[in-house]
DNA sequence: AGCACGCCGACT
DNA sequence: GTCGGCGTGCTC
């Protein structure tokens, strides 16, 4: 029997690829990386070849052939199938919808692997206006003419730029395409950038980690280096220099960031500076620019490509250098279907690769900086901040004692009220958007709870309405109590919207810039509301984590963190690492230009060692003392994690599966792995579904991935798994 | 995940 | 007597 199968991954949760025919009709070898048309049962679908020449264990009999190959040539190379097959591994995953999920939606369904041209027309030498094809076309005769004015050599016009003559011109053109007296001009869709924009001078230590990185002009191999900048300390202008040393090198670089931080300034700022293609690539965009960006990606067209978490499986043929901005941030994980970290399998790519990696950060995870220590990852800092501006002053308020005024402290509000005098700018941060967190009758007791979860209902003041945050589940706020008749429920605890409203009394004529959720709900609202934050119009902002996230607001001098309480006594073993990733970064939007900035943190706690640490030792030692403490409690990264998570209408049905599962690991040698477990999840009823866990921790993380490789399997034939949704999560990043 | 097959309840 | 409920099995 001749070895001449081929593997295809199909989007089906099976966990390995299947084998086909060739195709009877053969136009072009088949390789790797071209997409396929099969029948999997009774469907068409699309399919990834993962391998041709191979011998099927199934008979020969038993297999289809390929109905159709989509492409001429492979759209992946062996350096993208190779990260799908270890996200595959290493998530234990799907192959098929691994490969999926790297391919954007366009070309996942079939789309052509071309990308969508400008189209731009110009006349034939031909035409003319007295053509006698135009004889009774006065419109096209017209249209004709207008073209004829703008002379022989003016650029071809786009159908938009057209519009004067109707929204018909379109037909105008294609009949006169058909007579041939225009023509179409195809060009690239890749924006051409200006660049030229002179870099400033890099000041002693952003010029050692530049050097660090990349040394001289030929292109580094594989390494992994951390970033550790305070904010304001240029790292933005680090990566610019190392992007310019790529692109010298004719390399192209990966810039991943933040699902929050892909904004149009970081777009317009890398665009004033390198006059080359560049591609980003976003949740925002729409699916035909998303698969114009990764095809030009994909062809070495685009020198540099910015991207959300996703972006990590772009094709990049010249790939010399990637870099990881906020390398901390949580955005990078993804928390559905495949549950994949975006930096993780960027510093696997950069390997893979053998070029090198930045990972950059104000506040670096935990792990990264384990990673350092370790001597896996070389560690750079930024202690300087550009301009000599001076680092924030912070400090913790007892609030014990004191009056609130809806959550806010008489000194908070005197230390605004000196700001705003002064005509500088205040950032307030509270993480809780809406009114109130709970409505509660003073008669009774009753409290708004939301039918479907184990979470009581934010009180919305603007909509008079109560809405559960975890489920989206909305209801009218009731006039009096459901239990009793009371009237006039209480909303008990602060949002946002009424701190704003807090501060509107106090501060009648200032002007309060609320930046929270329901205020930049619609698509680009957020970078409108951060130009508002900028213009000055707004001294008193006031927003939740969105407001966190690396924006420059120069004039802010003062920020107040109105509850710091809530992250000293989460229940998630992260809590504490992101409460200081959330002070600091928080802390670095205070004082950037020359003005000094301080930052008053409210808190009943005022003796908490982690506030003490932060303010002593910065994030530095807060790190540390986080380390220890991870290393003592046998945590991540001093350990692995693997969740194995459930949900069913039913308790027991999730629980039935989490308890086969168990069974099913305490079967198989696992020694060095602990199970923990099967427990309720956190919060137990979710959208009207119970949730529960069983979580897997291991000192060696090849002996977790071992014992889950044989155990997966197994769990897809329990028949406890059809009656509950489950799913895996490694490396978890809450336990929720 | 889909999609079929299959075997028990209230309806044209 | 049939339409359809969702439990079970399979996808090369």
Same mark, same amino acid.
């Given at each position: 029997?001749?070895?001449?199968?081929?593997?295809?991954?199909?989007?089906?949760?099976?966990?390995?690829?299947?084998?086909?025919?060739?195709?009877?009709?053969?136009?072009?070898?088949?390789?790797?990386?071209?997409?396929?048309?099969?029948?999997?049962?009774?469907?068409?679908?699309?399919?990834?070849?993962?391998?041709?020449?191979?011998?099927?264990?199934?008979?020969?009999?038993?297999?289809?052939?390929?109905?159709?190959?989509?492409?001429?040539?492979?759209?992946?190379?062996?350096?993208?199938?190779?990260?799908?097959?270890?996200?595959?591994?290493?998530?234990?995953?799907?192959?098929?919808?691994?490969?999926?999920?790297?391919?954007?939606?366009?070309?996942?369904?079939?789309?052509?692997?071309?990308?969508?041209?400008?189209?731009?027309?110009?006349?034939?030498?031909?035409?003319?206006?007295?053509?006698?094809?135009?004889?009774?076309?006065?419109?096209?005769?017209?249209?004709?003419?207008?073209?004829?004015?703008?002379?022989?050599?003016?650029?071809?016009?786009?159908?938009?730029?057209?519009?004067?003559?109707?929204?018909?011109?379109?037909?105008?053109?294609?009949?006169?395409?058909?007579?041939?007296?225009?023509?179409?001009?195809?060009?690239?869709?890749?924006?051409?950038?200006?660049?030229?924009?002179?870099?400033?001078?890099?000041?002693?230590?952003?010029?050692?980690?530049?050097?660090?990185?990349?040394?001289?002009?030929?292109?580094?191999?594989?390494?992994?280096?951390?970033?550790?900048?305070?904010?304001?300390?240029?790292?933005?202008?680090?990566?610019?220099?190392?992007?310019?040393?790529?692109?010298?090198?004719?390399?192209?670089?990966?810039?991943?960031?933040?699902?929050?931080?892909?904004?149009?300034? &970081? +777009?317009?700022? $890398?665009?004033? @500076?390198?006059?080359?293609?560049? #591609?980003? *690539?976003?949740?925002? !965009?729409?699916? /035909?620019?998303?698969?114009?960006?990764?095809?030009?990606?994909?062809?070495?067209?685009?020198?540099?490509?910015?991207?959300?978490?996703?972006?990590?499986?772009?094709?990049?043929?010249?790939?010399?250098?990637?870099?990881?901005?906020?390398?901390?941030?949580?955005?990078?994980?993804?928390?559905?279907?495949?549950?994949?970290?975006?930096?993780?399998?960027?510093?696997?790519?950069?390997?893979?690769?053998?070029?090198?990696?930045?990972?950059?950060?104000?506040?670096?995870?935990?792990?990264?900086?384990?990673?350092?220590?370790?001597?896996?990852?070389?560690?750079?800092?930024?202690?300087?901040?550009?301009?000599?501006?001076?680092?924030? &002053? +912070?400090?913790? $308020?007892?609030? @014990?004692?004191?009056?609130?005024? #809806?959550? *806010?402290?008489?000194? !908070?509000?005197? /230390?605004?009220?000196?700001?705003?005098?002064?005509?500088?700018?205040?950032?307030?941060?509270?993480?809780?958007?809406?009114?109130?967190?709970?409505?509660?009758?003073?008669?009774?007791?009753?409290?708004?709870?939301?039918?479907?979860?184990?979470?009581?209902?934010?009180?919305?003041?603007?909509?008079?309405?109560?809405?559960?945050?975890?489920?989206?589940?909305?209801?009218?706020?009731?006039?009096?109590?459901?239990?009793?008749?009371?009237?006039?429920?209480?909303?008990?605890?602060?949002?946002?919207?009424?701190?704003?409203?807090?501060?509107?009394?106090?501060?009648?004529?200032?002007?309060?810039?609320?930046?929270?959720?329901?205020?930049?709900?619609?698509?680009?609202?957020?970078?409108?509301?951060?130009?508002? #934050?900028?213009?000055?119009?707004?001294?008193?902002?006031?927003?939740?984590?969105?407001?966190?996230?690396?924006?420059?607001?120069?004039?802010?001098?003062?920020?107040?963190?109105?509850?710091?309480?809530?992250?000293?006594?989460?229940?998630?073993?992260?809590?504490?690492?992101?409460?200081?990733?959330?002070?600091?970064?928080?802390?670095?939007?205070?004082?950037?230009?020359?003005?000094?900035?301080?930052?008053?943190?409210?808190?009943?706690?005022?003796?908490?060692?982690?506030?003490?640490?932060?303010?002593?030792?910065?994030?530095?030692?807060?790190?540390?003392?986080?380390?220890?403490?991870?290393?003592?409690?046998?945590?991540?990264?001093?350990?692995?994690?693997?969740?194995?998570?459930?949900?069913?209408?039913?308790?027991?049905?999730?629980?039935?599966?989490?308890? #086969?599962?168990?069974?099913?690991?305490?079967?198989?040698?696992?020694?060095?792995?602990?199970?923990?477990?099967?427990?309720?999840?956190?919060?137990?009823?979710?959208?009207?579904?119970?949730?529960?866990?069983?979580?897997?921790?291991?000192?060696?993380?090849?002996?977790?991935?071992?014992?889950?490789?044989?155990?997966?399997?197994?769990?897809?034939?329990?028949?406890?798994?059809?009656?509950?949704?489950?799913?895996?999560?490694?490396?978890?990043?809450?336990?929720?």
């Amino acid at each position: 029997m001749v070895d001449d199968c081929v593997r295809v991954a199909v989007p089906v949760p099976l966990r390995e690829a299947l084998d086909y025919l060739p195709p009877v009709v053969v136009e072009w070898p088949l390789q790797p990386g071209m997409r396929v048309r099969v029948r999997v049962g009774r469907r068409r679908l699309i399919g990834l070849v993962v391998a041709t020449g191979v011998r099927s264990a199934l008979p020969r009999n038993r297999l289809r052939p390929i109905e159709a190959v989509l492409d001429a040539e492979p759209l992946l190379d062996d350096a993208t199938r190779e990260l799908i097959r270890f996200a595959a591994d290493y998530y234990h995953y799907p192959i098929g919808e691994v490969a999926a999920a790297a391919l954007p939606e366009r070309l996942r369904n079939g789309g052509e692997a071309q990308a969508a041209a400008i189209v731009r027309w110009r006349l034939t030498p031909q035409a003319t206006p007295e053509h006698a094809a135009l004889a009774r076309a006065p419109r096209q005769r017209a249209l004709v003419s207008y073209l004829l004015e703008q002379g022989a050599d003016a650029a071809p016009l786009d159908t938009q730029s057209l519009t004067a003559f109707g929204a018909g011109v379109g037909v105008l053109l294609r009949e006169l395409l058909a007579k041939g007296l225009v023509e179409r001009v195809r060009e690239s869709a890749l924006a051409p950038a200006p660049g030229g924009e002179l870099p400033p001078a890099l000041h002693a230590e952003q010029r050692a980690a530049v050097d660090a990185v990349w040394p001289s002009a030929a292109a580094p191999g594989y390494a992994t280096h951390v970033l550790e900048g305070v904010t304001g300390s240029g790292k933005t202008e680090v990566y610019m220099t190392l992007i310019a040393r790529a692109l010298a090198a004719g390399r192209q670089t990966l810039l991943l960031v933040p699902e929050i931080g892909l904004t149009p300034q &970081l +777009l317009a700022r $890398l665009r004033r @500076r390198f006059a080359v293609p560049l #591609a980003a *690539l976003h949740s925002g !965009l729409a699916d /035909a620019p998303r698969r114009d960006g990764w095809l030009a990606a994909r062809s070495g067209e685009a020198d540099i490509v910015v991207g959300t978490r996703s972006a990590v499986f772009t094709p990049l043929p010249r790939l010399g250098l990637i870099v990881v901005d906020e390398e901390h941030d949580a955005s990078f994980k993804q928390q559905e279907g495949l549950r994949y970290h975006g930096r993780d399998l960027a510093v696997w790519r950069a390997r893979r690769q053998g070029v090198p990696i930045v990972l950059g950060s104000a506040t670096p995870a935990l792990e990264t900086l384990q990673h350092a220590r370790r001597g896996h990852y070389a560690r750079h800092r930024l202690a300087t901040r550009a301009g000599g501006a001076r680092a924030p &002053l +912070l400090r913790i $308020l007892d609030i @014990r004692h004191g009056k609130l005024e #809806a959550g *806010l402290s008489a000194q !908070l509000l005197s /230390a605004v009220r000196e700001r705003l005098e002064r005509n500088e700018q205040v950032l307030l941060f509270l993480n809780r958007r809406g009114f109130a967190p709970v409505l509660i009758c003073h008669e009774c007791g009753w409290a708004a709870q939301c039918p479907r979860c184990d979470a009581h209902m934010t009180y919305h003041a603007a909509s008079n309405r109560l809405r559960c945050h975890h489920c989206g589940h909305e209801t009218p706020a009731p006039p009096a109590c459901p239990e009793c008749a009371a009237p006039d429920p209480r909303p008990i605890g602060q949002g946002t919207e009424r701190v704003e409203q807090a501060l509107a009394a106090q501060f009648p004529d200032v002007g309060i810039l609320r930046i929270d959720r329901d205020t930049t709900r619609r698509r680009g609202a957020l970078d409108a509301t951060l130009e508002d #934050a900028h213009s000055g119009r707004f001294p008193l902002l006031l927003g939740t984590q969105m407001l966190t996230k690396g924006h420059h607001l120069p004039n802010v001098t003062l920020v107040g963190v109105i509850d710091a309480d809530q992250g000293l006594f989460s229940a998630d073993y992260r809590a504490h690492e992101r409460l200081a990733q959330l002070l600091v970064q928080v802390a670095g939007r205070a004082g950037r230009a020359q003005r000094p900035g301080e930052v008053i943190i409210q808190t009943h706690q005022p003796e908490h060692p982690l506030l003490h640490t932060l303010l002593a030792g910065g994030y530095r030692a807060a790190a540390d003392t986080l380390l220890s403490e991870r290393e003592a409690a046998a945590m991540p990264p001093f350990t692995w994690l693997a969740l194995l998570r459930a949900e069913a209408a039913q308790q027991t049905a999730a629980l039935a599966f989490l308890n #086969a599962a168990r069974k099913v690991l305490d079967g198989l040698r696992r020694d060095v792995v602990d199970v923990l477990g099967p427990v309720p999840a956190p919060m137990e009823r979710r959208a009207g579904r119970y949730r529960a866990q069983l979580l897997l921790r291991s000192g060696d993380r090849g002996a977790l991935h071992a014992l889950l490789a044989r155990t997966l399997p197994e769990l897809d034939a329990l028949p406890e798994a059809r009656r509950a949704r489950w799913s895996l999560d490694v490396d978890p990043v809450d336990l929720y």
